[in-house]
């Protein structure tokens, strides 16, 4: 049973920091890794889509790793902002050639002016 | 169009009435899912619609639970019999088939008193 997992649960920096989010998932037989963002009270936005096949997926201040082998992807956000503030969830594809999603339990990150 | 559209954004509602919650997804997304998120919780998948059947409703909790789409667009997940503890915001999410980017609706948030 795929598990996903994010450390850490919550972190907080000051503007200007570069910072990483660490996600893992036990099964590496995926096709595919989403990074989520989520507003409090909000929906979720997709952020970065990385495939089975690439390595990274860069849009913006916003890079992301996927190393299948080792069942793990990071998300590197640069140069902080108080607007990145929000929760930011990795999710994997269930079983089943369906598209649906298992989700870690998030990263709270809080950028401090 | 142009994004999910999810109503109503918050209910209220007394234990043991029904509720209704309705998903519009982006116009030509084939794919739509629920999911839930209960408060401290991850996001927990409910159902996944390919067009109008459900290949998979493995993540229904009980028989109080059911979803229908019509038309292949509009699905309404309903409730019965609402307890407490099915208090959550419930997420709607589309894709244009079930392996590509999911995007997310800004949910429902139900209260059952």
């Known amino acids: 049973k795929q598990e996903v997992t994010q450390i850490p649960a919550a972190l907080s920096v000051p503007e200007g920091e570069n910072l990483v989010l660490n996600c893992s998932f036990t099964d590496s037989a995926i096709y595919n890794l989403q990074w989520f963002r989520q507003d409090p009270g909000k929906g979720l936005t997709s952020l970065l889509l990385?495939?089975?096949?690439?390595r990274e997926q860069t849009s913006g201040r916003l890079n992301a790793s996927l190393d299948k082998s080792s069942g793990r992807s990071t998300l590197y956000i640069a140069a902080s902002q108080p607007g990145d503030s929000a929760t930011y969830l990795c999710a994997v594809p269930g079983s089943g050639n369906t598209g649906k999603l298992i989700f870690g339990q998030g990263t709270t990150l809080q950028v401090k002016p | 169009g142009a994004g999910v559209s999810q109503s109503p954004s918050n209910k209220v509602t007394e234990k043991g009435k029904d509720v209704e919650l309705r998903c519009d997804p982006i116009?030509?997304?084939?794919?739509l899912y629920w999911y839930r998120q209960s408060l401290g919780q991850g996001l927990e998948f409910l159902i996944y619609?390919?067009?109008?059947?459900?290949?998979?409703k493995s993540g229904l909790p009980s028989d109080r639970f059911s979803a229908e789409r019509t038309g292949g667009s509009v699905s309404t997940l309903t409730i019965q019999r609402t307890q407490q503890e099915d208090s959550a915001v419930y997420l709607c999410a589309s894709s244009i088939q079930g392996t590509s980017q999911m995007f997310f609706g800004s949910g429902t948030q139900l209260s059952v008193l």
């Open positions: 116009s030509g997304h084939t794919a």
């Open positions: 619609f390919q067009g109008n059947s459900a290949p998979d």
């Open positions: 990385i495939q089975s096949s690439q």
